[in-house]
């Protein structure tokens, strides 16, 4: 029986399913995550999604109602995942992934747990683990498990829609690297299943608010820093900033792909500050250019060689700074 076959067997022998994905969530932990729930309801099974926190406002044309929330409804969340007899862990390799809330209810379940994700280094806490690094995105592998447990025939363009949309966010329009020639085998097959692809990119993409790109126009023309020696460009905007362009979760999470594509720009690093510390967002370019080492090292984070994150308890002047000082020991000087 291949990993994919056992899981479906999961699916079946279960009878409270909870579906969790990653704080701070994205199009790729939304998009498998509710990709998931619809196929496991194509096998005539019920689940229910738990993530900590909202998705941000760019992803709000997705149908996200089902989607229960611990930072909105603990009470409710807590009792699924007490409840849960089979738990999904998408999207996320440790379980402090998650916040604290949701990390000690996870840890404390005695259910069968299932990771598929596809960062590295995951921790060893599931029952079962499908790790794929080499993967674009979760997404993809949610099609996998749907394909190669055999049910191809249940995709469709409900399940699609939300698969698409994790592998087009996490790959950047397809840009990085990550893409590989099974990332399209896997995109045709959602194709074929009957996915209006240019619609997602005309929800995704064409639904900016005035106050967004303003906060984006602004951090452009007057926080933008740019470190010529290495070709490492910096921005960072302070809570007041945020608060005098109404920000709201999601205005500046492209800010850092727009920075890079200034010409001869090796990495972009944008840091915000937020519920009291600084959220950093780190891209970068090449195989020659990671940052989820100095994220890593440095900042608490991780992520992918070209995209990963991170987040400092320091002011917005002393990050700057620090950020500044570390440049020069994870970048080639030009």
Known sequence: MNIYKEIEAEIKDASNIVITAHKSA?????????????FIEKLGKKAIVCHPDKAPSFLYWLDTSSILLMDENPEQVT???????????????ATNRVGPEMQELLENATCKKIMIDHHLNPEDFPTITVSETTASSTSQLIVDLIEESGHLDLL????????????????????????????????????????????IH???SDNNTETRLRLQGYAMSKKLEILYDYNVAIISLSKEELAEYN????????LANLVLSI????????????????????????????????AKEHFNGGG???????????????????????????????
């Open 263 to 294: 010409k001869g720009m090796k990495a972009a690093i944008v840091f915000t500050e937020r519920d009291g510390i600084m959220k950093i967002s780190f891209r970068s370019k090449g195989e020659e250019n990671p940052v989820n080492v100095l």
């Open 202 to 204: 005309e929800k995704l």
């Open 247 to 254: 920000y709201v979760k999601g205005d500046t999470d492209n």
């Open 304 to 334: 992918h060689a070209n995209a990963a994150g991170g987040m400092s308890d320091l002011t917005v002047d002393e990050t700057l700074e620090k950020l500044k000082g570390l440049i020069p020991q994870y970048f080639t000087k030009e």
């Open 156 to 199: 469709d363009s409900k399940i699609g829609t939300p698969l698409y949309l994790g592998i087009l966010t996490d790959t950047g329009s397809f840009r990085f690297n990550s893409v590989k020639p099974r990332t399209h085998e896997v995109l045709a097959k959602i194709l074929a299943a009957g996915v209006e692809h240019h619609l």
């Open 26 to 38: 994205d199009g790729d932990s939304i998009g498998s995550s509710l990709g998931l729930q619809y």
């Open 79 to 93: 009792e699924k995942m007490q409840n849960a007899d089979l738990i999904f862990c998408l999207d996320y390799n």
